[in-house]
């Protein structure tokens, strides 16, 4: 279970790029927003089944 908390913090942070970009890019360009919200959402999404994939392995190991 150590070793998930430790593999947890790279999804954590790539979930927190993902958004600091969403918020930097609305930001600069607000007529983008839907266009940058769905690429957001995707990105958001593909991070989450890593940290989804490895809580599975951690109770499976």
Avoid: D
């Avoid at 600091?20 to 007529?31: D, L, T």
């Amino acid at each position: 279970m150590i070793g998930y908390g430790l593999a947890a913090i790279g999804p954590g942070v790539g979930i927190g790029l993902i958004f600091a970009a969403y918020i930097n890019g609305v930001a600069r360009q607000p007529e983008a927003q839907g266009r940058l919200q769905s690429i957001a959402i995707l990105g958001f999404a593909l991070a989450e089944a890593l940290a989804i994939i490895g809580i599975a392995l951690a109770f499976v190991l």
